[in-house]
C-alpha cells in the first residue's frame, strides 16, 4: 500500500502524522506553505542564495517546534510568522532599512481587497489618453513594489496576494492592527503616486 498521503488533512491530522514520523506528511506541509514562505522570503531578503538557506532554515525550526503548535491560528499562520520573524532576524543583522514613512500621515482610510486593481485601472483611464496594455501596468506595478522596504513589501504581498486579513497579518508579523493598516496605507500611498509619475513622465 502506498504511503503518499493526499493533500485533504486538517491542520490537527497533518501535525499529528507529522509528529508521529510521518515524512510524506511533512512533505505535504511544506508542499501547502511553500508558496507563502517564498512571498515573504523573496519580498523581504534580495540575495538568492540567502533565500535559499532562509527557506530552509524556516522548515527545519518549523518541523523542531511543531509539537508546540497549539492551533490557535492556522498553520500557514503559524509558517508565515516563521518566515517572517527569520527573514527580519536576517534583516537586522544585515543592518538593512526596514520600514520608511515615505513622509506621510497616518490616515483611517480603509481599502478593501480590491484597492490595486481599482486604481490600476484608474490610472490607466485618467492619466493615459491612450490604452496602456494590462501587462505592462502590472510589470510597472511589481518594480514600484520591489522599491519598498521589505516589512511593506510583505505587508502588500500578504494582504492584496495571499488576501489576508489585518488580524491574520498582525498574527504574521507580531505588528498591532492599527500599524498593519498604517503601513499598507504609507506603501499603497508610495505606489500609487509612483505609478501616476511613471505614466505622466512617459505620456511627455
Known sequence: MSNRIENNFSDQQLVTRVLHGDRNAFSVLINNTETLVAQIVFKMVSNAEDRK????DIY???????AGFKFQ???STWIAQISYNACLNYLERKKLLLVNDFGY????????PGFMSQWQTQAATNVA????????????LGTEIDKLPPVYKTLVTLYHNEEMSYEEISSVTQLP????KSYLFRA?????ESILNKYKKEEL
Not at 105 to 112: F, K, V
Open 188 to 192: 499603497r500611498k508610495f505606489l500609487k
Open 177 to 180: 492592527e492599527g500599524t498593519v
Open 53 to 56: 538557506d532562509i527557506a530552509q
Open 129 to 140: 489618453e491612450t490604452a496602456i496594455a494590462q501587462k505592462q501596468l502590472l510589470k510597472i
Open 105 to 112: 500621515e497616518d490616515s483611517n482610510e480603509e481599502d478593501g
Open 73 to 75: 491560528s492556522k498553520l
Open 60 to 66: 527545519l525550526k518549523a518541523f523542531k517546534n511543531l
